[in-house]
């Protein structure tokens, strides 16, 4: 067998590198698509980040008002009822019933905010 002649090696040379140019056109098409997902990606979790902080600082707001409010109704009436000796049967079962109200008002906005939690933190969760 004869060695190939230098045109015929020059052109086994040639296929080889337009083969390898394709290949490496392919693979920066691929990762001109790849960069493209991540920077979706980077973005959509950039959105959720700000709606989620968002929807925290609104439950934040909402359950700081809510439980400021009951505790402020059950410290008023639990130093009336402590200070006051002269409270009457019947305005003494309103008060207590403001207390109730309250403490409900107290347990609602945490299981709210139990919920709100939990919610959150199935949203972040990878699927």
Do not use: W, Y
Not at 12 to 41: F, M, P, T, Y
Not at 67 to 84: H, P
């Amino acid at each position: 067998m004869a060695k190939k002649n230098t045109a015929e090696q020059l052109k086994e040379v040639r296929e080889g590198v337009n083969e390898n140019q394709k290949a490496l056109e392919k693979c920066h098409n691929d990762l001109k698509i790849a960069n493209k997902k991540v920077d979706k990606s980077i973005v959509d979790k950039e959105k959720v980040s700000i709606a989620l902080k968002s929807d925290l600082e609104e439950m934040m707001f909402t359950i700081s008002h809510r439980v400021r409010s009951s505790v402020a109704n059950i410290l008023a009436i639990s130093t009336l009822i402590n200070e006051d000796d002269t409270i009457e049967a019947d305005e003494l079962k309103e008060m207590i019933n403001i207390i109730f109200t309250s403490a409900e008002s107290l347990n609602k906005a945490t299981e709210e905010l139990s919920k709100f939690i939990r919610n959150r933190k199935n949203k972040l969760q990878p699927k």
